[in-house]
């Protein structure tokens, strides 16, 4: 094995002299840089408006910029926004777009851009799961629920084509990041409107970003090359930017191991010690959670006992120490580490409860607890319990965890579990649709706010895979998000963080960690937190 490898690095390093097209360094900027990377498979939408995935809001904003953006520091500044004035109540945001700001096929940017493509956000018609995410916004709320017929009423004005005011419910301290967000970007009337299929061609799909698509091969790759109409193009290193669309782990770590790829954002769960020790390896932490979602509309798990068992039987700390191995925290509850409260100087899991115990020392409290649960529901020792399906997309690390449970459930609770795994896309459609029992989930943060952890999980909220309802949970989101006063937020998103780990319609698995592989001869790409992954200043050294 170790000799496998150690050929297979030498032929990576020989082929990596060919792998890039120049040299693309600050001291040539004449030079041209391609680069082919790895962050996903086959995106389900492109669409600023439909994507809900981390990967293809990667793909997309590479093509789109909002009115804020993050530079090559990882940082919110302005985009196609040159000024933003906020009003002494902060609930006017008075916008200047910038006056070089043109789409990929030469036409201007506009105001009207953003207030077209923010109403279609929130309009019903266009269905999308992330419209909770304008709740901000005047009207919004009772617009996506049909309270309100008329989008236009959505409080984003186009005074002229170089000026937007919003009007917002209620002072929001991360609006600016929600303005760096994919939903939040501008599309272009005319080209929506008269294509429905207006993502899946070079010719439709014009964004306003520092690339713009030349190829899409489906289930291969999307190929970008720079915009020469984005008014940064100066800044923007790489000329020819190629997604491999790839789900398979080992395939991916071959790709890269053969030069194909320079950047893979997954790799074999098994070789995890043996990529620890290269450069190549790098790792930072997300605000993110690894948890698994109960089909509440199913029977047994519409029982929150059950549901609750289940989750107290999961041995976490084996599932990061044995099985992922990526320095990942044992979770304690459902918003992750990482998260600021109220006051910015303390992490809002540090005000919050611990829900559970992860401490291996009270690992059998939490069966023995998990086994009075499920008796509670009718089921002693796992008697009269239906086997069960989980599910999961296909890849190393979600079928080790997932191998990881069934025996948990079977051992300790005498519950029969089948696996099954589908293929990304068909896996996101079933999980939205709710045709399964139970199945592997994930969050990563839209923005540094509980909020963004919470807000799911509203009844009827787009990205609900739980289908889960609760008066109460929804009436503390609704308060969180009517007032500016961050101490009575955090107040109600806490409380609602209790209801939602009473109930368990989620079992929180693991606080995330970002791990990925880079070719040691680039510099300038740039990682967030948030699970955004940009490519547009790297350089070859």
Known sequence: MKKRRLVSLILAAAMLATAFTGCGNASNPQSALSLTVQVGPEPDSIDPALNTTIEGAIYIEHIFEGLTKLDKNGKIVNGQAKDIKVSDDQLTYTVTLRDDIKWSDGKPVTAGD????????VDPKTASQYNYMFDPIVNATDIYNKKNTDVTSLGVKATDDKTLVIKLNAPCAYFKELLSRPMYYPVRKDIVEKNSKWTQSSSTYIGNGAYKMQSWDHKESLTYV???NYYNKNEVTVDTLKFALME???????????????FADQFPVEEEDYWKAKPD????????TYFICFNTTKAPFNNPKVRKALSLVIDR?????????????????????????????KQYRDV?????????QDYDKNVADAKQLLAEAGYPDGKEFPAFEYMYNTNSGHKAIAEALQNMWKEKLGLKCTLSSQEWAVFVDTRRKANYSVCRHGWLADYNDPISYLDMWVTGGGNNDA???NTTFDSLIKDAKSTGDQNKRMEDMHKAEDILMDEMPVAPIYFYTDEFLINTNLKGQ???PLGDKLFMFVTKS
């Open 467 to 469: 289908k889960w309802s």
């Open 526 to 528: 740039v990682t967030t």
């Open 281 to 288: 390896y790098k790792k930072i932490s997300q605000l993110g």
């Open 226 to 228: 720079k915009n020469p």
């Open 317 to 345: 700390n084996y599932i990061v120490n044995k099985v992922t191995k990526g320095g990942q925290i044992p979770a304690y509850a459902y918003v992750s580490t990482g998260i600021s409260d109220a006051d910015s100087s």
């Open 248 to 262: 398979d782990d080992t395939s991916i770590q071959s790709a890269y191991q053969n030069g194909e790829i320079q």
């Open 114 to 121: 953003f207030v077209y493509s923010w109403q279609r956000v």
């Open 352 to 360: 919050g409860k611990s829900y559970w115990s992860t401490k291996s």
